[in-house]
């Protein structure tokens, strides 16, 4: 036993080397890898679609000044879009990692650089001339004429639907043969005169059924007959809307909800449960109806406490996405942030084939299990997929605190988070930066849980904890 305490040690820092190096070389490969693809694509879309489509791998370099439709970036705080003219959309809602992503060499190029600079630095001695003193005043850098083209094109050119590389099944494109664009809704419980109503907003890569098929069917009959359970598919996901014109920013998902739901529906006064990205947008709804939220319950929440000086949205993504091979989640969010091309090539062999993984599924299982799971993972876009991921999860970043704060000056609800101790996904320490924001808001922890089966695997235990919860909020 003391030989394994000795040498356990040892290991672990094998292991991280060991993990550092391998994440090194492979991440330098996938980098080719989407170059290589960016190109590959280009040409796919002019044959297919006769037109060259821009993508965001265009460097954020060269000079070019505001107006006449040009796009201006503020050198402070989040160097984010701030302008476009000719457009209704406000783009200061578009996240710079869209579109400033560097390679992992030129990161560690560019830190070896600096780190040279700063030794040579310390032992050289200072001089200053008064030509070389930067002047005082707003100072302003943009980025490459291409970006702004493209995002010109998907505000004011509606792009056919959907894309080549898209499913066109009916399952995934049933939303276009309504008359009105709305979200795709699952109601359960009262139908008329519902005493309370309660929202449920999935999260990344997920749908309603998130909630219909784990939930619904475990609240009690007393739940069912006082409350009106609204679950929405979000824009981009499930059986909603994905229009490919649509940047998916947090503005046009609030918006989405609030004309499918909570104006047909006559939701004045509701409870939300909400889990993973789907945390921010009802942190936001929250923060926007502050009157009519009767109860909070976040699961697993994104929320990462940016330190001083940092960048928001460029912190945030190297949190959730930091580049490693291992834990396997930890990898499969960084191919899903870092990587337009390659994401899109995991789109197009999965979701446009989604019919055949389904079969498939069911044959190898014998249709044993429920294959849920399975079909939201499928139900969506790479437009809409990639621009949440970014535009929400991390452009939302430098928002969360003034939300945070929000929710616990304006409202007087109660706010309850869980988070399950194993998820390697968001880290547990999310939920407790929320409770130093939100003093009132209490975490419980959920032991051998992840960031699916805090939900999936106990749905009875949690449909029971959600209804003392909203019981306890009416009395």
Known sequence: MALVAKTRPVLVVCGKITNEVLSFLVFCLLDILDL???????????????????????SAKGAITSGGGKILVSERGESKVVSLSSSKLML????????MRPSLVSEVSRSTVKRLKLDNRATAVPFYSPSKVRRSGRSTFTINSTIVEMLQGRVSVGRPVPQWSDCDCRHCTSWSSRGRKTLFIRAAGVKDKAREDVLFIHGFISSSQFWTETLFPNFSDSAKATYRFLAID???FGRSPKPNDSLYTLREHLEMIEQSVLEPYKVNSFHIVAHSLGCILALALAVKHPGSIKSLTLLAPPYYQVPKGAQATQYVMRRLAPRRVWPPIAFGASLVCWYEHITRT?????????????SLTKLVTRNRIRTFLFDVFFSHTHNSAWHTLHNVICGAAGKLDTYLDAVNDLLKCEVTIFHGKDDELIPVECSYNVQRRIPRAHVKVIENKDHITIVVGRQKA????LEEIWRRCSS
């Open 462 to 465: 949690f449909a029971g904890e």
């Open 234 to 236: 979000l824009l981009g």
């Open 346 to 358: 995991a789109c197009l062999v999965i979701c446009k084939n989604h019919r055949f993984w389904e």
């Open 36 to 58: 290589v693809l960016c190109y590959v694509y280009k040409v796919a879309d002019f044959i297919m679609e006769a037109e060259w489509r821009p993508c965001y791998c265009s």
């Open 92 to 99: 200061e809602e578009v996240s710079d990692t869209l579109y």
